[in-house]
């Protein structure tokens, strides 16, 4: 390019107007490792710190195992860093700032410890009212002790005081932003997230009113210069910022749905768009990006301009996706959540999105109804799934919109079929069944490890595995609901998703397997079946 073209290049990316482009990605990052509910509730976050650092410390020691083992697709999900050689240094210097930056995380996280230990050295049924003094300083005034009904001592966290303390500590969060042209994506919960020459890292909270006003820059143009405010970029990284940008004026989001039935999107894995001509309500969303790929499926840009209600059926990141909800904020009117117990291993999503930024935030118990125009959003109990922790955050929902009905189940797992039988009772038969078959799981301490104070016995973590239903125990649920059809979702198979699944199927997995014999099942006996993937739409006909 001649010196003259140069020169008229850089005055028209100064005087035009850009938006951001729709692949480009805005990931949520705590002390630069992927944010999700137990890294960013202040009770939880500093136990995998710890576990963050006892990784990367790992990969320093042994880099090269670290190296061999992610080309091994069977340990894709394990604790190994997916870096090469060539990013030790880079590590290094994280794990340094890591130590300085989070020094106040490592006490708490050695308070927790102390506290553990402490309660369970005192004479066990015994008045805890004489260890409330003895509590480690960083913990005193935000936790309860009490006993259960056997006479175990346990620690309640007053989790809305943590939040307006200082162990809540935003100065963790940042935003890494990169543009994706492609599925894959390496998994994100073994490794750091480095800046690098193809990223920008921003460093604000996740509830800066800068987010949103960056997303809406996908629909709504600006000149370079105000992205470069935004996103506070030096002039290394224009070249960089610019590559982020395209004149192409975006599609308008999507139209609401206007017929007098429901209809039911499938977006991928456990992600529903249920509409109907006076509501828009998203279930646990996981949305891909725009961008040239195979197979087709719905994006970003096909959801409308404003969703009534999102639902979250519980908070593993699969379904409770905080870069997803982010994205989504100032256009979502309310986000329900199921209720927790305030326990260690149940922090509240409720909490945490209020201190994230999301002004609606609504907590439904088991059998706790919602009016919505229309119809009705009822939360139903959930079982299984969390490894026989005492989670109380978990629903699944029954959604009754124009007279027609749908269950949105998750990982529900059958392990007492007499509660399908009791809620068949209460809500009658159904249109249509949404059911995860992740019917395999991995061992619990594969989400909970840094939770657990006192170690867990090999054979008894391998039996408490993070499963859904098998065949036998979903086809005891069809039995005792009744659904007209029966949709098998939140497999995890999307080409998208393998970031946060680390699933890698074959036609011998035992999901598929196991979900095939389903829809045989049901097709003998005359229900409607189907195992969606990535790109499906169904509807409900208004009843005559």
Known sequence: MTPGKTSERRMTMTTSSFYLRPNVVMEPLITQWYAWLHLVAPATAPLYVIQHLKIMQSFLAHPQIHVAAMKNPDLIGGPYVNYGIDKVGDVRSLVEVTKQEEAPSVEFAAAVQALDMMLNEHPRG?????????????????????YDVRNQPSMRFIERMLYRSEHYRESAQSLLLWRMDRDERPFIFSTPRLEESDNILLRTPFRSDAVDEILALRHRPAKVGHFQELLGVGADKEPLLRSFLTEDVPSPPASRYDGDGVRIRYFGHACLLIESKELAIL???????????????????????KIDHVLITHAHADHFMLETLLQLRSRVESIVVPKSNGS?????????????????VMELEELESLEVEGG??????????????????????????????AVVAADSNALEPMLYRRLGEIIGPLDALFLGMECEGAPMSWVY?????????????????????????????????????????????????????????????????????????????????????CKRELLLEPLS
């Not at 959930?382 to 027609?404: I, M, P």
């Open 126 to 146: 015994m008045s805890l009212e004489e260890l409330y003094p003895k509590v480690p300083a960083l913990l005193r005034g935000y936790v309860e002790l009490g």
């Open 283 to 305: 279930t646990d969303p996981t949305l891909s990006y725009r961008y040239s790929a195979e197979p087709a499926r719905f994006t970003y840009d096909d959801l409308p301009a």
């Open 344 to 360: 260690l291993q149940d922090p509240s999503m409720r909490l945490l999105l209020e201190n994230l930024g999301f002004p609606r």
């Open 376 to 405: 009705a959003i009822l939360g139903l109990p959930f079982l299984g799934e969390h490894g026989d922790l005492d989670v109380r955050s978990k629903l699944a929902y029954h959604v009754r919109l124009r007279g027609r009905t």
């Open 449 to 533: 490890g840094p939770m657990l104070l006192a170690q867990l016995a090999r054979k008894m973590d391998q039996s408490r595995r993070l499963c859904g239903s098998n065949s036998r125990r979903a086809s005891e649920i069809i039995d005792l609901l009744s659904p007209r059809q029966v949709h098998v979702y939140a497999m995890g198979q999307e080409p998208w998703l393998g970031h946060v699944m680390g699933l890698r199927y074959t036609s011998e997995s035992p999901q598929l397997v196991e979900s095939n014999e389903l829809l045989e099942y049901c097709h003998e006996r005359g229900i409607a079946a189907e195992r969606p993937y």
